[in-house]
């Protein structure tokens, strides 16, 4: 409840004490003095949390005066309450701690802006606080949060948290990056013996050994396997293009607290970090690929198949029910989320057109799947379908509606949502479901590894084999402007040029082969 200001006033008290440093009160003889004692002030506080009474009180003043302005002082923080109790009891707490420890009276004004925001009104905000505060304001996408929620649970919180907002520097944050460099030199060490414990744990003696070999064999082998089991698991470094990310969020929070006015310097635009490029795409050549079996390593993070091994991939996938799924994405760029989420009414078959409007996406809680709009204006677009396209959803087309009548002559569920690609019961696909039976599908056809999302990069090879340049990749990947295009595929279409130019020239038969180091030089 607001305090009245009758609760309080400014009167004299008398500040002498005796041999044992107590306060003399009516024992004092100079108490009938008229101007014997210092200015002291009074002011009724609300409640506590226990609805205990308090007050302010202040005395040691030289002159009335002075007592009167702090006493307004404190009477103006309180009225910033009005008739909101907790934000009464906030600055009730507030004024009896700079009571407590005979602290300044903070400017009203100040107060104002930090209650307003939510945070504490001490002064002794911490990152970590500011952080939790942050982060329950922000109205953005569940997928942006969910990295939000990322980077602040796994790497801000854990390395700045105690710090105090207001006192927070360059060298802190300096220092979180710093331990994230040191942790990924131990996980990428890890790992590497990881795989080296792995390579000791498979039978590497050709031929078929004797009884007692076998026996030893086998103890060897179990011998290893139980130390890989010891082993920690693969674990995934925190990358270039990460840390920057993790940097951004930091950016945006501190910015957030400086347009507030809880801060004035913003550390995370003065840390020094590598480069965050994202990775270039590279083509699995049969160079890439060999090697690749021998170490299982991949040559960079982002893999693009050969137009063969797309079509290797989709013959896998001919009879799967998702199969449809993956020639567009193949075809035509769709992303994971932009496939699940597609609607039939943005499907227009006789014109050749597709309309993307939604998308369905993993969740803040990291599984469950949401329904959102595309995150840029450019990603919501209608594209162009080609025949074989067309030709794809109209089979799958026909295949749903089998399933749903089969389910209905059945007695059993069928959920209308409306989306071209559904469960069995005509329900959502769960976006990392499709993933886990991509990778299936692509293992099992014996094909080096490649994510879902890469896929998406592979129709760029397609469209750009079919004739198609940087604008048609653009327009078609609805990549925001043709310098993304442009620096994303740069490195990766000349590979494809000569993958095409090697496969032209082997079309045309010869009867002269041509001429080797080795082979005689014709004579005169």
Request: aromatic fraction near 4%.
């Amino acid at each position: 409840m607001p305090t009245s200001r009758r609760g309080g006033g400014v009167s004299k008290r008398c500040e002498c004490r005796g041999a044992d440093g107590k306060l003399l009160g009516n024992a004092c003889a100079q108490l009938a003095k008229k101007n014997h004692g210092a200015p002291y002030i009074r002011q009724e506080l609300p409640t506590d949390e226990n609805g205990q009474r308090r007050q302010f009180r202040r005395t040691g003043y030289a002159k009335v005066t002075d007592a009167q302005t702090d006493l307004d002082r404190v009477r103006a923080i309180l009225d910033l309450a009005g008739d909101d109790e907790d934000a009464g009891r906030r600055v009730g707490d507030l004024l009896q701690s700079v009571m407590n420890k005979r602290a300044a009276i903070p400017d009203a004004v100040e107060v104002k802006r930090k209650l307003g925001v939510g945070v504490p009104l001490d002064g002794a905000m911490t990152v970590g606080d500011w952080l939790d505060t942050w982060r329950a304001s922000k109205k953005t996408r569940d997928t942006t949060n969910a990295g939000y929620d990322s980077h602040i649970r796994v790497h801000l919180k854990p390395h700045l948290a105690h710090h105090r907002l207001d006192r927070l520097g360059v060298a802190p944050v300096q220092v979180m990056f710093d331990a994230i460099d040191e942790q990924n030199e131990t996980i990428a060490a890890e790992n590497t013996a990881r795989r080296e414990q792995e390579a000791r744990c498979k039978r590497s003696r050709p031929g078929v050994p004797r009884a007692f070999e076998r026996q030893q064999i086998a103890e060897r082998i179990a011998e290893e396997k139980a130390k890989l089991a010891r082993m920690k698991p693969y674990r995934r470094i925190t990358g270039p293009a990460t840390k920057q990310r993790i940097r951004s969020t930091l950016r945006a929070a501190l910015n957030a607290a400086i347009a507030r006015q809880l801060i004035t310097f913003n550390a995370a635009e003065h840390v020094e970090l590598a480069s965050g490029r994202r990775p270039k795409p590279m083509l699995w050549t049969a160079a890439h690929v060999a090697r690749w079996r021998e170490t299982g390593e991949k040559p960079s993070a982002v893999m693009v198949w050969t137009p063969v091994q797309i079509g290797a991939f989709l013959d896998a996938a001919q009879d799967n029910r998702l199969y449809a799924f993956f020639h567009l994405i193949a075809f035509r760029g769709l992303r994971r989320g932009e496939g699940v989420g597609q609607d039939w009414t943005g499907v227009d078959l006789e014109g050749g057109l597709l309309t993307i409007a939604h998308e369905i996406v993993v969740g803040a809680d990291g599984w469950t799947p949401v329904e959102t709009i595309p995150k840029t204006d450019g990603s919501a677009a209608t594209i162009a379908l080609d025949s074989a396209t067309v030709e794809v959803l109209r089979e799958h087309q026909a295949q749903q509606k089998a399933e749903r009548d089969a389910r209905l002559i059945a007695g059993k569920l069928w959920q209308d949502t409306g989306k071209v690609f559904v469960e069995e019961d005509g329900s959502w696909l769960h976006p990392d479901l499709v993933s886990k039976e991509f990778r299936r599908i692509y293992e099992s056809a014996g094909l080096p590894p490649i994510n879902l999302r890469d896929l998406r990069h592979c129709a760029a090879t397609l469209i750009h084999a079919g004739g198609g340049d940087l604008h048609a990749i653009k327009e078609t990947l609805r990549h925001s402007t043709i310098v993304l295009a442009s620096d994303t595929y740069t490195s990766l279409l000349p590979e494809v040029d000569r993958e095409i130019a090697e496969k032209a020239a082997a079309v045309v038969p010869r009867a002269r082969k041509p001429a080797t180091a080795d082979a005689p030089k014709a004579a005169g």
